[in-house]
């Protein structure tokens, strides 16, 4: 039996276009002689539909497209993901489905029974699990019809303090009863560059444990924050990926079930340093481009200030964007250095994109002069380095305004964690792009775009970080080394681990206090950032709720 | 048997501060011959404490407190609310339980059945749902021991599209084959004007069904956006309140349980209009108070324009911090009229608060002169309205930096709806005090805080609204009137209905869907507004998940 793998890139609430890009892939695979398409999780409303799936507007849509894409499914039976109306009364009100589809209607409806209820899923909050388990039959080959987390009932854990079994039924094990050929599960499962290696586990042991092939069918494209890789899969009886989908980007592959029982060559090689920053930069150009695809804008804008953090976004959004597309300002201050300037010019020249220079200081007096009778004897402080990075936004924003241009933020991780950045100032954007991307990351992203040749001055890769809002500043003046930061930063934050274990692998004790310290309190500046381009398995925003109000 | 109950007000992650509270209580129970002490849902960490509860440390310490609280009840039964570990090793790691403490020791352990996974709640995040059921006795009366949301498996439903039980299991229907004399809820339950009806019903339905006296015991105190009411009752078997404890402030109230037997006059007064605006009004008291003491700060600012919404939050603000610690500027521009400024003189001068002026002229003549070159040729439009609000937000900011006043932003949750304001304008904040207020409310606050004599100028009242940032610009020349306006947001944020039933309730069909198309494009807006004092049953902010990504 020839299955399809489609693997596409939807809109949420975008109802007809999903439908037509489902509705092409199913004549494509009708074409191809193919009796069985997959598509992704909740692919006729797109992931994440988040509180539309409370409107009943947006139900009566999926169901109207189920409908439509059913009566198109003659001669092929295409599996599709889509919420469903739960019958029993008790309970939540849907369910999260796979809808089987073949001569012109709906053959049958297959429910999600582990719903993702953490980090940045919230199933529960919408759905009713499953309790009822049955398996399908296409041509002979008797499927059981998965949905993302059901193939998670023991997950590799990934923090320091969580337990493997969050749920207390195993879909898989209830289906295996129907002596199923075949797994197939419906996914849309977002990148994390630290996660790989988890997923992989996760369908390699579902292989083991139940011998059988997996078919997996993942969304690709990018949702706000949230970046799915696509790169579905299709792994044999001994759990070797004998196919592969491309990553990031949309795909259509056509297999033979009989290929299932084929081996291949080892391909568990272990992921490398270079491949994880190449990764990192593919899913944050595809976040960038979908953010304003899907938008509906084209042109961005930022503040090119010489130093790494927007030499590195300039870059990346010059390849998702186009340099045409492209319009940024170099706003210095009397703090700023020559170099500072001279590199910002030469790294917009090099990427040839319009540029403009806009010397703050008048706008600077301005506002001293506003605020003399106020400030009367009093020294300078944080205030006018804040007003500085506010001037700055605010120049950022009025071009934004005036021409239509979406301000891209330049903060990165680290600087996100420990508050070192102004709200309503390098706060600003439409969207952060490095925002879950520690700064040494960031530098090894500035090789990898400098990889062919410098694009990015090698002065700004080398010279010290500093925000330049005071003489001779340094970042290192209030901050630990980036190195011993960001290695903190990733225990504290991504691994969850407590100060006690962080300080017992050897970082200094009241480096780490300080750093959690930082992190806590600066709550309320993240609370009010732009959405970040998630590329970890805990970014700051939706995923990391953290009280706003507690002690520290 | 004497009962106490305890509602207090807990900091999140404060575990000494709260322990504090209760062993006070404690010992003021055993003072008065109290044989039974009941404390509010997850009383040993406050609540919601969020995503602390996936870190190890933080369980560590809400079980030495509990071990604690226990070692001081002797002579005395108490019930605490605190996450316990979850011995199963399949489901989520903790329960949402109630501690029943006595002898010095742990004598049981309750968990949460029915885990809220809606609006604000995200129980299911952290929480294992209960499925074992037992009472406990105390002085021969045997108990139900329920936690808050355990009481709504049949709760009245609140949008259009809503269903009655969102659970398939009933808790009081297990636990009333036991036989309990009483049931006893721990609650941390938030205020919202439309939902107290709802809440009630859910009482006297229980002592309905069930006909068991109530003791509730609900959280009081604000945690950054959400207001807990306090409010806790006590209901005999007529589901009449025998005994109701303060709305808004700590409280502590000690029953015998030999009154759960009497009878009282019917309480069930039809809540009046001024009654629901007075509360809102509390509720915002509360709010604001308890953001600033939780987070250690007493002096606050704002931007005083002579329009209603600065004057209503201004005259709140002294209510609750004092009038000694506001301070506020006054920053008219070319196109603000001499009334405002008169107006707003008038209101700090009456309300005894500090003020200053800045003409903003000069700072916007500065900006001009740096973006001429940019700009040249081309006319004025919504950029320069942004930009002066822009000016003011970096002002207020600059003043906030130089002297600690944290700054309230201004904005109704009209506004925040249509997107009638300007991000890194008049948007800033660390708190908004009216983000869930509609502008028609915000209205009726200014006429409850002058209820007994002129606090806010009669012209600031009358006048029509404007953001006054281009010549004779008024917020009717964008918007609806504002009656039309929140009857139609009400209709579509709070009751969830769709754009057809509005529209056949008697509402202009190109209004609606203007206005539903508004609502749905600023969602960009709203992801970086600051924290919004929630006091209806679906403010913006974290109880409100739409997409940012989305066709509309």
């Not at 592959?253 to 568990?268: G, H, K, P």
Request: charged content about 25%; hydrophobic content about 40%; overall charge negative.
């Amino acid at each position: 039996m020839k299955i399809a793998l489609a693997q596409l890139n939807f809109i949420v609430n975008h109802f007809e276009y999903n439908r037509s890009k489902m509705l092409n892939a199913i004549e494509q695979a009708k074409r191809s002689g193919v009796e069985l398409i997959v598509f992704s999780e909740l692919s006729v409303c797109g992931y994440p539909p988040y509180d539309l799936l409370e409107r009943e507007e947006f139900i009566v849509k999926c169901q109207d497209s189920i409908h439509e894409i059913a009566r198109n499914c003659l001669g092929i039976t295409a599996i599709v993901g889509s919420p469903s109306l739960n019958s029993n009364p008790k309970g939540k009100m849907l369910f999260n489905s796979a809808f089987v589809l073949k001569d012109g209607t709906i053959s049958s409806v297959h429910n999600k029974t582990l719903l993702p209820t953490y980090d940045v899923f919230d199933e529960y909050r919408y759905f009713e699990p499953n309790n009822e388990f049955n398996t399908i039959t296409v041509n002979g080959k008797r499927i059981a019809v998965t949905i993302c987390e059901d193939l998670w009932d023991d997950q590799p854990v990934s923090t320091s303090f969580a337990r493997s079994r969050l749920y207390r039924v195993s879909p898989m094990e209830m289906l295996s009863k129907f002596n199923p050929d075949l797994i197939i599960n419906l996914a849309a499962s977002p990148f994390s560059y630290n996660n790989e290696e988890r997923r992989n586990k996760v369908f390699t042991e579902n292989v083991h444990r139940f011998g059988l092939p997996v078919i997996y069918v993942n969304q690709v494209g990018a949702n706000a924050e949230l970046i799915f890789d696509g790169g579905s899969m299709v792994l044999n009886r001994e759990g070797q990926i004998l196919e592969q989908l491309k990553s990031f980007e949309e795909d259509f592959r056509v297999i033979d079930t009989e290929s299932l029982d084929t081996s291949v060559l080892s391909n568990s090689a272990k992921q490398s340093e270079d491949i994880r920053i190449a990764k990192i930069y593919d899913a944050a150009i595809l976040g960038i481009r979908d953010y304003f695809q899907k938008m509906g804008f084209s042109k961005a804008t930022l503040g090119l200030s010489g130093g790494i953090d927007s030499a590195v976004t300039l870059a990346m959004a010059v390849d998702a964007l186009g340099s045409h597309n492209l319009r940024v300002i170099l706003m210095p201050s009397k703090y700023s250095s020559q170099h500072s300037v001279d590199d910002a010019v030469a790294l917009a020249e090099r990427l040839n994109v319009k540029y403009d220079l806009i010397n703050i200081q008048g706008i600077f007096d301005g506002f001293s002069k506003g605020l003399s009778n106020l400030f009367m004897g009093m020294k300078e402080d944080i205030t006018e380095e804040n007003l500085q990075a506010r001037i700055r936004g605010n120049l950022l924003m009025a071009l934004s305004n005036k021409f239509g241009h979406l301000l891209l933020n330049t903060s990165n991780k680290s600087e996100a964690a420990v508050g070192y950045g102004t709200l309503y100032g390098d706060m600003n954007g439409a969207l952060s792009v490095l925002g879950d991307i520690y700064k040494t990351d960031v530098y090894k992203l500035a090789h990898y775009i400098n990889r062919e040749h410098e694009i990015i001055p090698t002065n700004t890769i080398v010279k010290p970080p500093s925000a330049e809002l005071r003489p001779d500043q340094k970042d290192s003046d209030s901050l630990p080394e980036y190195e011993i930061l960001d290695n903190i930063l990733f225990r504290y934050i991504e691994e969850q681990k407590t100060s006690d274990i962080i300080i017992s692998e050897g970082f200094d004790g009241a480096t780490v206090l300080k750093t959690i310290r930082l992190v806590n309190t600066n709550e309320y500046k993240r609370f009010q950032a732009p959405p970040i381009l998630r590329v970890s398995s805990k970014a700051f925003g939706f995923g990391r709720r953290m009280p706003l109000v507690a002690h520290w």
